[in-house]
T-cell receptor
Framework: KQEVTQIPAALSVPEGENLVLNCSFTDSAIYNLQWFRQDPGKGLTSLLLIQSSQREQTSGRLNASLDKSSGRSTLYIAASQPGDSATYLCAVMDSSYKLIFGSGTRLLVRP | GAVVSQHPSWVICKSGTSVKIECRSLDFQATTMFWYRQFPKQSLMLMATSNEGSKATYEQGVEKDKFLINHASLTLSTLTVTSAHPEDSSFYIC??????????????FGEGSRLTVL
């Protein structure tokens, strides 16, 4: 059974700092891996999607990497801003298009 | 981009009543829709997979008679929480997989529906 773990569970950093969020998964037979952002009481915003054959994806200040063989992904946020404060969720998709989510990292960027 | 609408966005009901939540793809047809539940400060847990014109497939531990799912068209899936109780209070989110699109595996999520059962 696929399990997704995210570390750390919570993170507080000063504005401007670069940071890394970690995600690990137990079964390397994934279709893709996705990173989402969730603001309190809201739905999900898709940030980056990495296909199983890819190693990384970039969007603006965000960069996500995927090492399928070791079951790891990282989300790198450059020059963090208070507006980046949210919960970041990592999810892996299996061949039936089911997404298995991690428990998330709650990020607070202090002004 | 593709838009998925959920309605209602929040609902409060009395214990024992049934509540229906709609998930609608506004500008695309969805072969498959997924229903998730999220308890406070926890992650999303997949409840069931809904395929148009067929019965939903439920995840282990999810009561199919309590959480009725109907996917009658390629743009609409509904989740009915029957005889709701306070422990059913949660944030319910749907996602939709476009029909006929390139198989990128991208899913589009609704904004979620917060259910509070008194």
């Amino acid at each position: 059974k696929q399990e997704v773990t995210q570390i750390p569970a919570a993170l507080s950093v000063p504005e401007g700092e670069n940071l890394v969020l970690n995600c690990s998964f137990t079964d390397s037979a994934i279709y893709n891996l996705q990173w989402f952002r969730q603001d309190p009481g809201k739905g999900l915003t898709s940030l980056l999607l990495i296909q199983s054959s890819q190693r990384e994806q970039t969007s603006g200040r965000l960069n996500a990497s995927l090492d399928k063989s070791s079951g790891r992904s990282t989300l790198y946020i450059a020059a963090s801003q208070p507006g980046d404060s949210a919960t970041y969720l990592c999810a892996v998709m299996d061949s039936s298009y089911k997404l298995i989510f991690g428990s998330g990292t709650r990020l607070l960027v202090r002004p | 981009g593709a838009v998925v609408s959920q309605h209602p966005s929040w609902v409060i009901c009395k214990s024992g009543t049934s509540v229906k939540i709609e998930c609608r793809s506004l500008d695309f047809q969805a072969t498959t829709m997924f229903w998730y539940r999220q308890f406070p400060k926890q992650s999303l847990m997949l409840m069931a997979t809904s395929n148009e014109g067929s019965k939903a497939t439920y995840e282990q531990g999810v009561e199919k008679d309590k959480f009725l799912i109907n996917h009658a068209s390629l743009t609409l899936s509904t989740l009915t929480v029957t005889s709701a109780h306070p422990e059913d209070s949660s944030f319910y989110i749907c996602s939709a997989r476009p029909f006929g699109a390139a198989n990128t595996g991208e899913l589009f999520f609704g904004e979620g529906s917060r259910l509070t059962v008194l």
